[in-house]
């Protein structure tokens, strides 16, 4: 705060950089307006709808576990989860939630298809049984290195998940391939199909496929005869490459077939009704603050409203960013965080007032001011964030997406607070 003209002339540079990227897509006289495209970001800049907010539909899909064993149960739920993840992005789905579920000894997943336009569809290609095979070079691919095989050189063999029992990512053993590796065990009649398998592709690519997809490409080559129907697939992994490789692998080995158990259907219409209603009631609240604050606090109210605005930018600008999915309960997280801003600044006005009734100048009611009520405002703003981590990290849905919204909020509110409105008071309201 030594140098109230530099950080003046840094939040008035953060400022128009939040209004640039907060434009909306508008059509005025004919003219389409919106933000400059940032080539530094590979993506929209649109804010992202939740389902509540963009219509679309929820479904409630119950895990049959009947002929898989109780130890494997919830490595099936999350394999079963990998596979409705990559099924829905394949059907171009944006910001689709995806919630493993365990209550009451019964296994669910909870998918949220925000902007779907063909649910028959996306129900169909969400509950199929996901299947995995291995593929091995065609014999008129003549391909000596493994890099230069694609997915079209490869045929089917006659194994499939069906003969994998089970895939365990683990530490690696053989000091020459250090990392992770992902260990396979086949049954029995699996077993004798990897071996001849084995036998006819040694020194070649063999790949893995998962719905048609591969999977873990380049695909691994087999380096000897397998006889036993025990594998291992090595590629100097990382733990979590490893762990996706095996929960891949097991999605197509344990048989999970999935059951709708419920779906709410969203349409556009009520979504944008919310949209507007959400509107109102935040443009409602922000005009009751800037009421308030200027009727009790006058020159110092003009100053927390502004530095209030700024917030609103900035926040706006960071949803934008990251990007945060804003539903109805993230935007009364973010409702919430702008009240817990102007409470920042009332603490701090109240505590100025009281400075000066104690005969203090008003330079030194200033400062002292910000410096007494920091305590407070750090002690309430970090017990908060506690409660939206706590939020997040147990909570699903609706409620991570309230945590979120809120969070950023807090954080932006005591910037807001702290440097934005201690500046502004700085340079015109002292001067004066």
Request: glycine share 6%.
């Amino acid at each position: 705060m030594k140098k109230p003209r530099l950080l003046f002339s840094f939040i008035v540079l953060l400022t128009l950089a939040s209004i640039i990227i907060d434009i909306p897509k508008i059509s005025l006289f004919g003219r389409s307006i919106s933000h400059p495209n940032l080539n530094f970001i590979k993506r929209d800049l649109e804010p992202k709808l939740g389902l509540d907010l963009a219509g679309g539909v929820q479904l409630t899909l119950s895990a049959d576990m009947v002929s898989v064993e109780e130890n494997d149960r919830n490595n099936a739920l999350e394999s079963a989860k990998k596979v409705v993840e990559n099924r829905v992005n394949s059907l171009g789905v944006a910001e689709s939630v995806i919630q493993s579920s365990l209550t009451g000894g019964q296994y669910r997943l909870i998918v949220e298809l925000p902007g779907v336009s063909d649910v028959d569809q996306a129900i169909a290609t969400v509950k199929k049984t996901a299947h995995l095979e291995f593929r091995q070079l065609k014999k008129d691919a003549f391909l000596e290195a493994t890099i230069a095989a694609l997915p079209e050189h490869f045929e089917t063999t006659n194994l499939t998940g069906r003969d994998l029992k089970r895939a365990n990512a683990q530490a690696s053993q053989d000091p020459q391939n250090p990392g992770y590796v992902v260990s396979l065990s086949f049954n029995e009649e699996g077993a004798k199909k990897f071996e001849e398998i084995t036998r006819n592709n040694l020194q070649k690519p063999l790949a893995m496929f998962l719905d048609g997809e591969p999977i873990s490409w380049p695909p691994p080559v087999v380096q000897s005869i397998i006889s036993d129907g025990n594998a291992q697939i090595t590629g100097n992994f990382t733990a979590q490459e490893a762990r996706n490789l095996s929960i891949q692998l097991n999605a197509g080995a344990l048989p999970v077939p999935l059951k709708i158990e419920s779906q709410t259907r969203v349409g556009p219409t009520i979504g944008q009704e919310s949209i507007e209603k959400s509107l109102i009631a935040s443009t409602i609240g922000l005009v009751s603050i800037i009421v308030f604050m200027i009727l009790f606090y006058r020159l110092l109210g003009v100053f927390a409203i502004t530095g209030l605005l700024i917030y609103t930018l900035i926040v706006l600008a960071l949803f934008k960013l990251i990007p945060v999915t804003l539903t109805l309960a993230g935007i009364a997280g973010f409702v919430l965080s702008v009240g817990m801003a102007v409470d920042a600044n009332i603490l701090i006005f109240e505590r100025i007032k009281e400075e000066i009734r104690w005969g203090k100048s008003q330079t030194e009611a200033f400062y002292s001011g910000f410096e007494r009520a920091w305590s407070s405002i750090r002690d309430s703003n970090v017990s908060s964030l506690i409660t939206t981590f706590i939020l997040f990290n147990f909570g699903t849905g609706a409620i991570k997406g309230f945590a979120l919204t809120l969070a950023i909020g807090i954080l932006i509110s005591m910037f807001s607070a702290i440097t934005v409105t201690r500046t502004l008071l700085k340079m015109f309201w002292l001067r004066n």
